[in-house]
T-cell receptor, first 114, second 110 residues
Framework: GQQLNQSPQSMFIQEGEDVSMNCTSSSIFNTWLWYKQEPGEGPVLLIALYKAGELTSNGRLTAQFGITRKDSFLNISASIPSDVGIYFC??????????????FGKGTLLTVNP | DGGITQSPKYLFRKEGQNVTLSCEQNLNHDAMYWYRQDPGQGLRLIYYSQIVNDFQKGDIAEGYSVSREKKESFPLTVTSAQKNPTAFYLCAIGRYNEQFFGPGTRLTVL
């Protein structure tokens, strides 16, 4: 199956810094989702995006649906230690029909130093 | 308490044995999914079901089987034909284009 290109693979940052990560694809998506996964747990949905150019916030998190529909970005402002985890992007391909299958990136491992 | 439950959290089996992982939901969603996660990898789709008594293969269905006899339940069997079964298994339910995950089952085959 197709994979999304998610970068960076990992990040080490200091508490208080801002973080940016992104996902890109050669195909057009009609939905972009961002998840956070903590060790040993299932991913938790953070933000869902449905329209090209859409910018959505959830607390300190902001995500955007790229205007080309082939990419998406997630920003975390003023990071705190509990932001540690793996962040995944996921998308539904345009023309994917009604099966609602998602394609996932490989994740960005975020470490925050207090 | 509403949500998605997976049991057990940890599961150990000897090589050559079949094992069934449970996934239950009380959110009344039609679509359910099974994913496999390996270290450093994204989630790979094993099987999915959009309605009772119907399911489709995902990207890595070989060595796995599922059933969907009830809307609430979508058990996954890891058969002895699966060559590398040790992994973290995640069940999800779907609502339109969004999916919500259970807590996962870590399967270790010795």
């Amino acid at each position: 199956g197709q994979q999304l290109n998610q970068s960076p693979q990992s990040m080490f940052i200091q508490e208080g810094e801002d973080v940016s990560m992104n996902c890109t694809s050669s195909s057009i998506f009609n939905t972009w989702l961002w998840y956070k996964q903590e060790p040993g747990e299932g991913p938790v949905l953070l933000i869902a995006l449905y329209k090209a150019g859409e910018l959505t916030s959830n607390g300190r998190l902001t995500a955007q649906f790229g205007i080309t529909r082939k990419d998406s970005f997630l920003n975390i402002s003023a990071s705190i230690p509990s932001d540690v985890g793996i962040y995944f992007c996921a998308g539904q391909l345009s023309g994917g029909g009604s099966n609602y299958k998602l394609t996932f990136g490989k994740g960005t491992l975020l470490t925050v130093n207090p | 308490d509403g949500g998605i439950t997976q049991s057990p959290k940890y599961l150990f089996r000897k090589e050559g044995q079949n094992v069934t992982l449970s996934c239950e939901q009380n959110l009344n969603h039609d679509a359910m999914y099974w994913y496999r996660q390996d270290p450093g990898q994204g989630l790979r789709l094993i099987y999915y079901s959009q309605i009772v008594n119907d399911f489709q293969k995902g990207d890595i269905a070989e060595g796995y089987s599922v059933s969907r006899e009830k809307k609430e339940s979508f058990p996954l069997t890891v058969t002895s034909a699966q060559k590398n079964p040790t992994a973290f298994y995640l069940c999800a339910i779907g609502r339109y284009n969004e999916q919500f995950f259970g807590p996962g089952t870590r399967l270790t085959v010795l």
